[in-house]
């Protein structure tokens, strides 16, 4: 395991100690979710948890979750208890942008539906501003996406269809992701009200204001930060 890995598995573990039996927990997609998931899995099949129940944020996670033996649900309509996720970027607020993975969409309507949403990561992933090192991705529809995607030029962005080989990668949802940069430099609030209104747009990577803890691992080792708090 490389020294990156590990710092990702330590925040992880940090994360799987907020689980207290009997919750619903949100099951993040990614290489710092894996850790998370896989520590989850072990602890209730040693018997230190009990009750816990799942929501998968992606097919790829749910197929993790179901070989570890953790029951698995539909997001109940009352939401989960706790959500823990990886992020491709993060400020100092906490907000972040993620979905490089491709499982945006779900990701979000887990995390948004979270009693606690928490971020897991390593620092490397810290910026000042929200589309320093990373693309924006936004999932659209494939019916009329290159329009979608004009109008998403339309705001400044300079979108990029993601592919997986040789053709578009497909979503666990059966949509496209445009990968947008902003050369002009991104304003997070002002581009997620806009992309609400743009017919195609099915979701979108900014996690504004839903984050309000996170665990970074440093070299020093792994840092609690809160929203505003972040370094």
């Not at 894996?34 to 602890?43: I, Q």
């Not at 099949?45 to 979750?65: D, K, Y």
């Not at 080989?165 to 990968?179: E, K, M």
Request: glycine fraction near 12%; charged fraction near 20%.
């Amino acid at each position: 395991m490389s020294q990156q890995e590990d710092l990702k598995k330590q925040a992880a573990l940090r994360a799987v100690t907020l689980v207290a039996s009997g919750m619903t927990v949100g099951l993040g997609t990614g290489s710092t979710a894996t850790h998370f998931v896989a520590e989850l899995g072990r602890r209730l099949a040693a018997g230190e948890l009990a009750r816990v129940v799942g929501v998968p944020t992606s097919r790829a996670t749910a197929r993790q979750a179901t070989a570890l033996g953790i029951p698995l649900v539909e997001v109940p309509t009352a939401g989960v208890d706790l959500a823990v996720d990886g992020m491709d970027e993060y400020d100092d607020d906490l907000d972040a942008i993620k979905g490089l993975g491709g499982a945006l969409l779900r990701e979000k309507i887990v995390a948004a539906s979270a009693a606690t949403f928490v971020l897991i990561g390593d620092s490397s992933k810290h910026v000042k501003r929200l589309g320093e090192k990373a693309p924006l991705p936004v999932e659209v529809a494939t019916f009329g996406w290159q329009r979608t995607a004009a109008a998403l030029a339309g705001l400044g962005a300079v979108p990029a269809l993601r592919r997986g080989g040789d053709q578009p990668f497909v979503t666990d949802n059966g949509n496209y992701v445009l990968d947008c940069r902003f050369p002009g430099g991104l304003e997070p609030k002002a581009v997620a009200r806009a992309l609400c209104d743009v017919p195609g747009v099915l979701g979108h990577g900014l996690f504004l204001g839903i984050a309000r803890q996170a665990f970074v691992a440093t070299e020093d080792g792994v840092v609690e930060l809160t929203s505003g708090a972040a370094r």
